[in-house]
């Protein structure tokens, strides 16, 4: 007997909705045809669902994401960095209490607790024919957020490979969801042929047909729900083993328009308004952003990263603020317009000569005209890096809080966790550091405002 099932599969929707309505009436439907054809499926999401940028994900913590997939009946979802590390403990303790599909994360585990109830390093799915599927799920190795969100995180492609070992004599067909990237991806393929399909994420790569890697299958559907991947195996029951295995990939734009899709985003977005439109504070006065230049909320931002972290100076982009802050009445869901990124503040601890060589990289005028995607950044353009309590003056010496500085004296440099990662300054990707989580850059404007404005 040849046997042929369907896998669909989302990756890094980032909570953009645009297409959802019309996907998942798609997938539904394509579904229920293979049903009745006696051919099985499962829905698979890839991590990434959530993203703190968007209003109804913010205003609910998640918990609206999970209620979407669940209406959308996903069968296993494995967890991204912004489900894993862009939420408090609780938050993404509980985030799947009510969920009703499978979350497989191989790599994760409670640092000080016992796991919750819905954290699985794998799970087996079965056929109505009685073929097993072994699915394995991992996400992307931030060892530093995890552990200060007091979870402990493993590096996941040993964690993989030997669970791999350990199903593949007890499942007909083995599949890994991985929120690892495509480089990753490729690595594991190379060292775990066990595997037959790596379903891939976190870097939005896109692969029309899938890329064949050591005879396995790795797939990628881009971000943004922009795509849905649907992948086809045959397997033939007789000799037990898989004879074809074919992905392609759905673009969502082309199918046809769902009735109610933009009443569908209103509602998202109106729902999202009115759970964070309590006043949290009221300022006496406007506050302007500019994109080059210092501002007066920039100003204010700048105090509050000072005080939140005891640092002995600061510096962020002036592309961070969306907008100013109006006078009079603050909600919660004014803050976020403004600062939307799920981006936290982190300490570097380096020299004074190496603090000098950071103001000078941060005069690159080319930076500030830079429409940069990705790191947690959710503006337009990156705009000017501004600096607080450091400069360099005319006899080109170092000034720190207002004095000249010891070149060879340690100093404590606030600034953005997405200026760690070694794009913008590689010297900061091997300090010293401390990541304040789970604090959003809007968290720490509304602790500073509500003490000081109100």
Same mark, same amino acid.
């Given at each position: 007997?040849?046997?042929?099932?369907?896998?669909?599969?989302?990756?890094?929707?980032?909570?953009?909705?645009?297409?959802?309505?019309?996907?998942?009436?798609?997938?539904?439907?394509?579904?229920?045809?293979?049903?009745?054809?006696?051919?099985?499926?499962?829905?698979?999401?890839?991590?990434?669902?959530?993203?703190?940028?968007?209003?109804?994900?913010?205003?609910?913590?998640?918990?609206?994401?999970?209620?979407?997939?669940?209406?959308?009946?996903?069968?296993?979802?494995?967890?991204?960095?912004?489900?894993?590390?862009?939420?408090?403990?609780?938050?993404?303790?509980?985030?799947?209490?009510?969920?009703?599909?499978?979350?497989?994360?191989?790599?994760?585990?409670?640092?000080?607790?016992?796991?919750?109830?819905?954290?699985?390093?794998?799970?087996?799915?079965?056929?109505?024919?009685?073929?097993?599927?072994?699915?394995?799920?991992?996400?992307?190795?931030?060892?530093?957020?995890?552990?200060?969100?007091?979870?402990?995180?493993?590096?996941?492609?040993?964690?993989?490979?030997?669970?791999?070992?350990?199903?593949? @004599?007890?499942?007909? &067909?083995?599949?890994? /969801?991985?929120?690892?990237?495509?480089? =990753?991806? +490729?690595? $594991?393929? *190379?060292?775990?042929?066990?595997?037959?399909?790596?379903?891939?994420?976190?870097?939005?790569?896109?692969?029309?047909?899938?890329?064949?890697?050591?005879?396995?299958?790795?797939?990628?559907?881009?971000?943004?729900?922009?795509?849905?991947?649907?992948?086809?195996?045959?397997?033939?029951?007789?000799?037990?083993?898989?004879?074809?295995? @074919?992905?392609?990939? &759905?673009?969502?734009? /082309?199918?046809?328009?769902?009735?109610? =899709?933009? +009443?569908? $985003?209103? *509602?998202?977005?109106?729902?999202?308004?009115?759970?964070?439109?309590?006043?949290?504070?009221?300022?006496?006065?406007?506050?302007?952003?500019?994109?080059?230049?210092?501002?007066?909320?920039?100003?204010?931002?700048?105090?509050?990263?000072?005080?939140?972290?005891?640092?002995?100076?600061?510096?962020?982009?002036?592309?961070?603020?969306?907008?100013?802050?109006?006078?009079?009445?603050?909600?919660?869901?004014?803050?976020?317009?403004?600062?939307?990124?799920?981006?936290?503040?982190?300490?570097?601890?380096?020299?004074?000569?190496?603090?000098?060589?950071?103001?000078?990289?941060?005069?690159?005028?080319?930076?500030?005209?830079?429409?940069?995607?990705?790191?947690?950044?959710?503006?337009?353009?990156?705009?000017?890096?501004?600096?607080?309590?450091?400069?360099?003056?005319?006899?080109?010496?170092?000034?720190?809080?207002?004095?000249?500085?010891?070149?060879?004296?340690?100093?404590?440099?606030?600034?953005?966790?997405?200026?760690?990662?070694?794009?913008?300054?590689?010297?900061?990707?091997?300090?010293?550091?401390?990541?304040?989580?789970?604090?959003?850059?809007?968290?720490?404007?509304?602790?500073?405002?509500?003490?000081?404005?109100?």
């Amino acid at each position: 007997m040849l046997e042929t099932i369907h896998f669909y599969h989302t990756n890094d929707l980032h909570s953009h909705f645009e297409y959802w309505l019309r996907s998942q009436f798609f997938i539904r439907k394509e579904r229920l045809a293979y049903a009745e054809r006696g051919e099985p499926s499962f829905l698979f999401d890839i991590g990434d669902h959530l993203d703190r940028s968007n209003i109804y994900t913010e205003a609910t913590l998640g918990l609206g994401n999970v209620k979407l997939l669940n209406e959308a009946q996903y069968d296993v979802v494995t967890i991204g960095n912004n489900e894993g590390i862009t939420l408090d403990f609780d938050e993404l303790y509980h985030l799947y209490d009510e969920a009703n599909f499978e979350v497989v994360v191989a790599n994760l585990k409670a640092a000080n607790k016992a796991n919750p109830k819905w954290l699985k390093p794998y799970t087996i799915l079965e056929t109505k024919y009685g073929t097993k599927i072994g699915v394995i799920g991992a996400t992307a190795f931030y060892e530093l957020f995890y552990k200060e969100l007091q979870w402990d995180i493993v590096e996941p492609r040993k964690k993989i490979i030997s669970i791999a070992k350990q199903l593949r @004599e007890q499942v007909d &067909i083995l599949l890994c /969801l991985s929120h690892l990237g495509i480089t =990753e991806d +490729e690595l $594991l393929a *190379q060292d775990c042929p066990d595997l037959d399909v790596i379903f891939g994420s976190h870097t939005h790569h896109f692969l029309e047909s899938g890329k064949m890697v050591n005879g396995v299958l790795l797939t990628g559907c881009g971000k943004f729900g922009a795509y849905t991947g649907h992948l086809t195996i045959q397997f033939d029951h007789r000799e037990r083993k898989i004879i074809r295995k @074919e992905e392609k990939i &759905i673009d969502n734009a /082309l199918l046809p328009e769902i009735d109610g =899709e933009v +009443e569908f $985003l209103e *509602q998202l977005s109106r729902t999202g308004k009115e759970l964070m439109s309590e006043t949290i504070f009221q300022t006496t006065k406007s506050y302007n952003k500019e994109w080059f230049h210092h501002s007066q909320i920039s100003r204010l931002f700048a105090k509050a990263v000072l005080e939140h972290t005891g640092a002995d100076c600061a510096m962020f982009n002036a592309g961070i603020f969306l907008d100013g802050l109006k006078k009079g009445n603050i909600s919660k869901y004014d803050i976020h317009r403004i600062l939307p990124h799920p981006i936290n503040i982190c300490v570097v601890e380096i020299t004074g000569r190496e603090l000098k060589e950071v103001f000078l990289q941060a005069k690159n005028d080319e930076w500030s005209q830079l429409e940069l995607k990705g790191l947690g950044f959710r503006g337009l353009i990156f705009g000017k890096i501004l600096t607080y309590d450091f400069s360099v003056n005319k006899n080109r010496e170092l000034i720190v809080k207002g004095e000249v500085s010891d070149l060879n004296r340690t100093y404590q440099l606030a600034t953005l966790d997405m200026f760690t990662f070694g794009y913008f300054f590689p010297n900061f990707k091997y300090a010293k550091k401390k990541y304040f989580l789970p604090y959003f850059l809007r968290d720490v404007l509304i602790d500073y405002c509500k003490r000081y404005l109100n």
